[in-house]
């Protein structure tokens, strides 16, 4: 495809099809269209999505009784739901039923969503016949907010192509006056109220995100068909108003990201709406990498000014190096999704670049990451710390579903650890199973160490679910500080199911799932996810791992983050700094050390020499016919390094 | 389809009308009717007048007549306690245990059982479902097998394909469902009383009971299914090797016990009390087990059975022992199921097997005697439910068996009559199900995800499921979500021949805990 071609392609994409047809336009799954002329070669691709199903009275007493058993027969959060926010969504759901075949097709599904947006809980989403699965509402630019939270300005960080919007006044940096003729920050708060996240700070962020981007699949969509917007320039230019149509896109998938029905997708914790709209986002804002995306190629993102590193999973990392006067260069490292399929391929992309950053110091970003595949979350944390990491753990809801679900045969492999402790509740009153890791320890240990130098995790209200794992892991492992854009992450604990796999897992069971009508599903939470160390036990829904608080500045949202960066490096610049490198040649292993005061050495898992005392520089031992071989630093008794390396001895 | 063959029949019936003793044989024929059940049994040529006593003559009128002349025909085999899940997989020993198990809680919990056992079998399940039961009964056929327990736990009945999955078997649609209930799992005694009660009304259930040394800790099963009131006639215990002879009197209306003599001495080195049973009045049934403790099939077994009552002096006759695979095994099933089977005789299901008589013998040797020493090599034909599955090329051809395959036992050729599990009778070679089974070894990862998403599609667009099977023995200690982090480390061993051959032999020598009493089995074989 040349670039010309390319470019006409990827402005199709962002361009998609106008909500007003989308809404209210001639469907292209019915009949032909009689507009349409000619065919074949050279005729223009049909982007329209088709219109919504009809559901009769059996249809939605179907999903009714499917939500009043899965919400009450095995949704993890229900106890916390109802303890939080004084609801009962089984109630409502049965009350709902009773009027179900009077409303309306509108009123209906709206109905439907507010019982389930009520539990507040991304992971927990009620998906109508949605035209096309995928499809998200977009404005063609991103806001984002600086300053306090209770005085927040609200700014265009990004804006799509030229030709989605008509006034070429209306670019990144403009300062956001109303929205709709209401004042911006009440408009973000009246759409709060209709978004999930537990705490105030968390419905914010997701509102925020979500006033420009609407996952169809998740959620209704917007109630206007253009916005009419107030913005200035900043700082105090004229005020000015436009006019700006709501599109309907298809923002697809990455081809790294995990496949339905895989292995992994049962490992799931994300916010299917978050990712959809991240992935809009790309497409709106990073054509090209959406474009690298499809097609699998590596490439570098395309921000103005900076330099990334090549990589071919673009759509989950972004990696670069950052000045810094007083810290020296510093890695920065974006994780924006854990959504992949191959936690081994994300975790060894990891690696490799982490050997192109500097030593000095990394900045881990998670802002915005709506979480995905688990394991990938927990097992990437080894490889900041000489701790062992221990992985959060999860429950299931103590109930005949559930021990249905895990008694049956053919989910052996997959709940039977869970299976003593959910009879054992019916005994002990206990509203839980036992909680047991999703990551097996061994899996998040098996490589251990590779970035030596000190890190810091950056997260904000929409760092979700899997991103909620991680910074709890590096938190409650004691790898480094939390900085938090916001009061805490936004606090997304649980592995989610979707109705497919909860159909297949009670096959056989005396809950056995009836098929939904087309097009219709729901995710939902099924294990709930408990912090280890120091928090040990303690929820991530609702509650989030807090962090150092950081307010974002205009330079952040214009200049590549700059302040944060420049805040994150005075953090790192207070650890204090070890370093150990470990070379290995055909007949020495050669260790260098900075900050270290006592090196122990492993081999195959055995202490190799008594404990040796050490100064900086360089030592070297004779290359051991062992298959792996570890080192131990510490610093007056405290170990601060570890690296382990294979020999392939034999 | 009406089936007539004819040769030295082998009843082992108590029907007096087929023959003076259970113990006798005669030339004869046994007529297998439209119904797919034994017409007749009849001696000599007199079987015509038998029929068309009877008024069936009609339905035998073009039925094609197998002449094994003075080859055996014996009742079908029927294996009471296996693991179909679990047959490809060769036998399993853990490195450097000098000590036998103490019972069947300890040796899953071993470092190399997951992944010796569980993992291999579960990428077989997973990506070859019908392949691998396939596999299984094609091996319990090669043996003579024409009914076997242990259908690992499926999404569709098991019913009315290869041999009878005692399990699923419904008649043609005769009995019901859940007649024969099992469980290879200890149960709670909660359930136990709902089986006791379901037994009560009628089910079979087949339980794998005080499986390990008799002195240890497991003997409380036996007393738990006693306490729940589950030591009754329908009751068929497998193992209680754990169960000292004293206990057997508290079952008072004796069931059976499913003896696996194998599994028994190379796991624990000890085996069930069976002259204790017998004395207390309980049936007694031989079972092969499971790939990796056990012999290939039930015919393999019976020699183990031999060995085991030789060096023991039980001092069980041939007759005995083939009444364990046959007759008394026969008897159960024909509680649960109404019907006779294991026995030839009027009314009983039109399974039976062939086996070559011993022509080294004397000119009227003992026809138990025969079956005991025979090999896969002496097994002829194979009919189940009046339909020839498997036997050699004339047999077959005589017994207008229709959509053969070529498969080689032990370089000799038989036919195969195999249709795909879901294919409306389209055939199916036992190359074509080696092959895919040989592809999940060379790669179990993909073929377990691919089969996994196949799976999933098919839920999505609500198309009927495609077949699922579930592991029925203990998984063992594996991370939570039951397998290794990449499927890709899954090491599956070689496929094990469907046949006891020299490599089985020879890795029986030197390892499990029989102190060399199995060594005598490949005496049978040379």
């Known amino acids: ?650 | 389809m009406s089936l007539i063959v004819a040769g030295r029949i082998v009843p082992l019936t108590k029907d007096r009308k087929v023959a003076q003793s259970e113990n006798a044989s005669f030339q004869g024929r046994v007529w297998i009717g439209d119904d797919d059940r034994i017409a007749a049994v009849s001696r000599g040529t007199a079987g015509a007048v038998t029929i068309t006593n009877s008024g069936r003559s009609a339905e035998f009128d073009n039925a094609p007549v197998v002449d094994v002349g003075n080859d055996l025909v014996v009742p079908g085999f029927i294996d009471l306690h296996s693991h179909l899940a679990y047959a490809p997989l060769p036998l399993w020993t853990e490195p450097d245990r000098t000590v036998p198990f103490q019972h069947h809680d300890i040796w899953p919990t071993r470092p190399t059982y997951a992944e010796s056992i569980s993992w291999p079998a579960y990428a077989f399940i997973e990506a070859a479902p019908a392949e691998l039961l396939a596999y299984a009964e094609i091996r319990a056929l090669v043996g003579g097998t024409t009914s076997i327990q242990g259908s690992p736990p499926s999404n569709r009945p098991l019913d009315g394909w290869l041999v009878r999955n005692i399990e699923d078997e419904t008649l043609g649609g005769e009995i019901g469902r859940h007649q024969v209930l099992a469980s290879t799992l200890t149960l709670k005694p909660e359930q136990l009383g709902a089986r006791a009660i379901s037994m009560r009304q009628g089910a079979t259930f087949i339980y794998h009971c005080a499986e390990g040394r008799p002195d240890s800790i497991v003997q409380r099963e036996y007393r738990a299914a006693h306490a729940a009131g589950c030591l009754q006639r329908r009751l068929v215990a497998i193992h209680t090797n754990a169960v000292d002879s004293a206990s057997y009197d508290t079952w008072s209306d004796p069931g059976a016990i499913v003896w696996s003599p194998f599994s028994n001495l190379w796991l624990y080195g000890t085996t069930t009390d069976v002259p204790s049973a017998l004395g207390r009045g309980i049936s007694l049934c031989i079972g092969s087990d499971w790939g990796p403790s056990g012999t290939r099939n039930v015919l393999g077994e019976l020699k183990v059975a031999s060995l085991v009552s030789e060096a023991k002096g039980w001092g069980f006759s041939p007759f005995d022992l083939v009444k364990m695979i046959t007759a008394n095994p026969g008897d159960v099933l024909a509680e649960a199921w109404q019907r006779h089977a294991g026995r030839l005789q009027p009314g009983a299901l039109g399974d039976l097997v062939v086996i070559a008589s011993d022509a080294e013998a004397a000119s009227r040797p003992d026809p138990f005697k025969s079956i005991l020493r025979a090999t896969e090599a002496d097994v002829r034909l194979v009919v189940v439910n009046g339909k020839p599955l498997y036997g050699t090329e004339q047999l077959m051809q005589q017994a207008s068996a229709a959509q053969t395959s070529r498969i080689s036992v032990n370089g000799e050729t038989r036919r195969l009559a195999l249709t795909r599990f879901e294919g409306n009778d389209e055939p199916w070679s036992y190359k074509d199900v080696l092959k895919r089974l040989e592809e999940v070894r060379d790669d179990p990862k993909a073929t377990i995800e691919s089969a996994r998403r196949l799976a999933f599609a098919a839920i999505r667009t609500g198309a009927p499921p495609p077949l699922r099977l579930a592991l029925d023995m203990p998984t063992g200690r594996v991370p939570v979500g039951g397998l290794p982090k990449d499927l890709s480390k899954i090491i599956v061993p070689p496929i094990q021949p469907l046949e006891h051959d020299e490599a089985f032999f020879a890795s029986i020598h030197g390892r499990g805990f029989h102190e060399g009493l199995l060594d005598g089995l490949s005496e049978f074989y040379s």
């Open chain 1, 1 to 650: 495809m040349d670039d010309q071609h390319a470019a006409a392609s990827l402005l199709q994409a962002q361009t998609g099809q106008l909500l007003s047809d989308f809404l209210l336009g001639e469907s292209p799954g019915g009949e032909p269209r009689r507009r349409e002329r000619g065919g074949g070669r050279g005729r223009r691709p049909d982007f329209r999505i088709p219109k919504a199903q009809v559901l009769d009275g059996g249809e939605r007493l179907q999903i009714i009784d499917t939500l009043i058993a899965v919400i009450g027969g095995v949704y993890c959060h229900l106890p916390q739901k109802r303890a939080a926010y004084a609801l009962d969504p089984v109630q409502a759901l049965q009350l709902l039923r009773a009027q179900v075949v009077a409303l309306s097709e509108g009123e209906f599904h709206l109905a439907l969503t507010s019982i389930i947006s009520g539990l507040r809980d991304a992971h927990t989403r009620y998906s109508g016949p949605a035209a096309k699965q995928g499809a998200v509402a977009a404005l063609p630019f991103l806001v984002e907010q600086y300053g306090p939270y209770d005085a927040p300005t609200f700014v265009v960080s990004k804006v799509s192509a030229p030709e989605l919007i008509k006034d070429a006044r209306f670019k990144s940096g403009v300062i956001l006056e109303s929205w709709n003729s209401i004042p911006f920050a009440r408009a973000v708060d009246l759409h709060a109220d209709r978004e999930t996240g537990g705490r105030p700070d968390a419905r914010r962020a997701r509102a925020l995100e979500s006033l420009t981007f609407r996952a169809l699949e998740c959620g209704p969509p917007p109630d206007e068909m253009a916005v009419d917007i107030a913005y200035r320039a900043p700082p105090r230019g004229t005020l000015r108003e436009t006019r700006i149509p709501w599109r309907v896109v298809q923002p697809e998938r990455a081809q790294i990201n995990h496949q339905p029905g895989s292995r992994a997708s049962r490992y799931i914790a994300a916010d299917p709406a978050a990712e959809a709209v991240r992935r809009t986002k790309k497409l709106m804002f990073s054509g090209n990498v959406w474009e690298a995306d499809r097609s699998g190629t590596a490439i570098a993102h395309d921000e103005k000014r900076v330099k990334w590193i090549r990589t071919r999973f673009q759509d989950a990392l972004a990696a670069r190096i950052v000045k810094n006067s007083s810290s020296g260069d510093l890695g920065y490292l974006r994780i924006w999704s854990f959504d992949v399929e191959d936690d081994d391929a994300f975790i060894a992309e990891v690696m490799r670049l982490l050997d192109i950053l500097p030593d000095n110091g990394l900045i881990l970003d998670l802002r915005g990451n709506p979480g995905g595949l688990i394991w990938a979350a927990e097992r990437l944390l080894q490889l900041f710390t000489p701790n062992t990491i221990k992985p959060a753990r999860f429950s299931l809801l103590a109930s005949p579903m559930t021990r249905a679900m895990a008694s049956s045969p053919f989910n052996r492999m997959e709940f039977e650890a869970w299976l003593p402790s959910l009879e054992a509740a019916i005994a002990t009153g206990e509203p839980y199973s036992q909680p047991l890791p999703l990551t097996d320890p061994a899996w998040c240990n098996d490589i251990g160490q590779k970035y030596g130098g000190p890190v810091v995790c950056v997260v904000d209200p929409n760092t979700y679910s899997a991103g909620d794992l991680f910074a709890a892991g590096f938190v409650d492992n004691e790898i480094g500080p939390v900085v938090c854009v916001g009061e805490a992450t936004g606090a997304g604990g649980a592995n989610v199911w979707t109705h497919f796999d909860l159909r297949e897992a009670l096959r056989g069971t005396s809950f056995e799932l009836s098929v939904l009508p087309p097009d219709v599903g729901y995710t939902l939470a099924i294990r709930r996810a408990l912090r280890c160390g120091a928090a040990d036990g303690l929820p991530i829904e609702d509650l989030g791992v807090p962090g150092i608080a950081y307010e974002m500045t205009l330079d952040d949202l214009l200049q590549e983050n700059r302040d944060l960066i420049a805040f994150c490096a005075g953090l790192l610049s207070g650890i204090p700094r070890t370093v150990m490198k470990v070379q290995i040649d055909e007949r020495t292993v050669s260790i260098t050390t900075r900050g270290l005061d006592e090196l122990e050495t492993y081999m195959n898992g055995r202490p190799f020499e008594a404990v040796r005392r050490i100064s900086d520089g360089a030592h070297q031992l004779p290359r051991p016919d062992a298959e792996i071989i570890e080192f131990v630093g510490r610093r007056n008794g405290e170990i601060c390094q570890r690296r382990r390396l294979g020999l392939n001895a034999g």
